[in-house]
């Protein structure tokens, strides 16, 4: 790599060469991922799911490389260079303005280096948890249950805003930085350099080891991508797709989709079925055994013998005479972010034919990866 500092380039060029090129391209290709992330995972609504996973791997892949590149990159790269002591954060919080100005990372901002690259990776490691956990994909699919999803929910979440507190620091931290040395660090970051002066506290230049580098990367990369498919093609306990009585479809399916028995708790099947004559305004009545059949199957697999994240919702409906989904509040609450006239397009004709908007809703899973709105003819 040309950006290497050259014992050359050091002694006659009036800049010092701080940051090497992958060092730059990893800051902005982290500073976009990490944005992606915070903007899709706070802002958009689930149905954005692709785009926060995409961006997420991605913040984790770069920071992977660049861990590598901490023990194999050039001087100002390598963790050794910058990792910090205790006296050294002190002293720098103590000089104020007048310590000697490091060409590297200062202590301070070391820190917030570390602290960075630990954080997106605890970020990738809750993400495949909320995954695997409530959304019953991924790697770790098999090993968690729905129940476990909203804990590590939870975890995901904390540590994204402590991600948002650390980028507001940081951002902070360089423009105090920048005012006090009187560099633009930002621009130093694109350029990779920064002007000489004297008493600069200055690195002993370090070699990079490219082919090394280049060999581990990939290596870590193929390894993560192998386990990452092998564990992901463990077999599931899904709800009973596919396993719809056959009863079930033929006498319920008439005027409406198929309403996966995980979708109510026992008690509310029984409460409808006892009523079929009067069902929502029409007769749905059947014959006796055909109805006990029916009904039988809908409270064996009904919500709460279901591990999946929305059975866990439906679960906790309560109601005294059947009420479709879409006047519970659990189903508000879901849906609070869509537009009301998003319901009322032709297509979708009531909110209680989910599969409309959900390609899985027979499956009882209501992946966020299924969600797509259907869009109003344009003639
Ligand atoms: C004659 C037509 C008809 C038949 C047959 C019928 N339903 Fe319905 N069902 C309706 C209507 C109308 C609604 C109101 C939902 C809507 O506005 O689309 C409804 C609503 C429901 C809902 C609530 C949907 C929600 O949003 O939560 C469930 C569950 C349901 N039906 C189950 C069944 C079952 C089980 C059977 C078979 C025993 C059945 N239905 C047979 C007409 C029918
Ligand atoms: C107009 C399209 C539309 C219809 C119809 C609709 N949904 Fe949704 N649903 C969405 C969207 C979009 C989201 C994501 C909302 C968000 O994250 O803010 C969602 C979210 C959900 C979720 C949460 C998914 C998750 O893991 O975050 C569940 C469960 C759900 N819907 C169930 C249902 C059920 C049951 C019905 C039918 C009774 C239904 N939906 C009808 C569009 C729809």
Redo the contacts with the bound molecule.
């Keep these: 790599m040309s950006d290497i500092p050259a014992p050359f380039e050091g002694l006659y060029d009036d800049r010092h060469l701080v940051w090497d090129r992958f060092i730059r391209v990893f800051h902005w290709a982290l500073v976009a991922s990490v944005t992606t992330a915070l903007v899709s995972g706070f802002l958009l609504d689930a149905s954005w799911i692709r785009l926060h996973l995409m961006s997420g791997s991605f913040a984790v892949a770069l920071v992977s490389t660049r861990i590598v590149w901490g023990f194999t990159g050039p001087t100002y790269a390598r963790f050794s260079q910058f990792f910090p002591s205790a006296e050294q954060v002190v002293s720098h919080l103590r000089a104020g303005t007048s310590h000697a100005r490091h060409i590297g990372h200062n202590p301070l901002g070391a820190l917030m280096v570390f602290a960075l690259l630990l954080l997106i990776i605890a970020l990738g490691l809750t993400g495949v948890a909320v995954l695997g956990s409530g959304l019953k994909t991924g790697p770790l699919a098999a090993f968690l249950s729905a129940a476990q999803g909203p804990f590590w929910t939870e975890l995901h979440e904390l540590a994204g805003f402590a991600l948002l507190g650390l980028v507001v620091l940081h951002v902070a931290g360089v423009i105090i930085e920048s005012r006090r040395s009187r560099e633009n660090l930002a621009r130093a970051m694109a350029t990779g350099r920064k002007e000489k002066r004297d008493g600069d506290l200055v690195a002993p230049p370090k070699p990079a080891h490219l082919m090394l580098a280049v060999l581990l990367i990939s290596g870590l990369e193929i390894g993560a991508v192998v386990t990452i498919n092998a564990l992901s093609q463990r077999p599931l306990t899904l709800p009973p797709v596919g396993t719809i009585a056959q009863v079930y479809g033929d006498?319920?399916t008439?005027?409406?989709m198929a309403?996966h028995p995980s979708?109510?708790p026992a008690v509310s099947w029984q409460l409808?079925?006892n009523r079929?004559s009067d069902?929502?305004?029409?007769?749905?009545s059947?014959p006796e055994g055909t109805r006990t059949e029916?009904t039988s199957w809908?409270v064996q697999h009904a919500a709460g013998s279901t591990d999946s994240k929305p059975a866990m919702l439906w679960a906790g409906l309560q109601e005294t005479t059947p009420m479709?989904?879409?006047d519970t509040s659990i189903w508000q609450a879901l849906h609070a972010s869509i537009d009301d006239d998003r319901f009322k397009r032709r297509a979708i004709y009531?909110r209680?034919?989910c599969i409309a908007c959900h390609k899985d809703a027979e499956t009882g899973w209501f992946s966020p990866f299924q969600i797509s709105i259907p869009k109003e003819p344009s003639q």
């Design positions: 006498e319920c008439a005027c409406h309403y979708t109510r409808m079925m079929l069902h929502f305004g029409e007769d749905a059947l029916i809908l479709a989904l879409p009531s209680s034919n």
